[in-house]
């Protein structure tokens, strides 16, 4: 699941709320918040904007 939300965020190509990914996706919102959890942990996404999320350079 962590792969398919960094290439939405990839797709879309700026920083997206939780919210755009869980539309875009058609999953659960609580798999996707599991996914984001586990990316911030890892360093694989970073926050430019309060709430909005883009893939670590």
Known sequence: MKEE???IMRELGK???V???V???GQ???VIDRAFK???AEQLIVSPIRCKWEPAK
Do not use: G, I
């Open 38 to 40: 586990e990316l911030k």
């Open 28 to 30: 659960e919102r609580f």
């Open 19 to 21: 919210a755009e990914v």
């Open 15 to 17: 920083p997206v709320t």
């Open 23 to 25: 539309k875009k996706s």
């Open 5 to 7: 939300v960094l290439q």
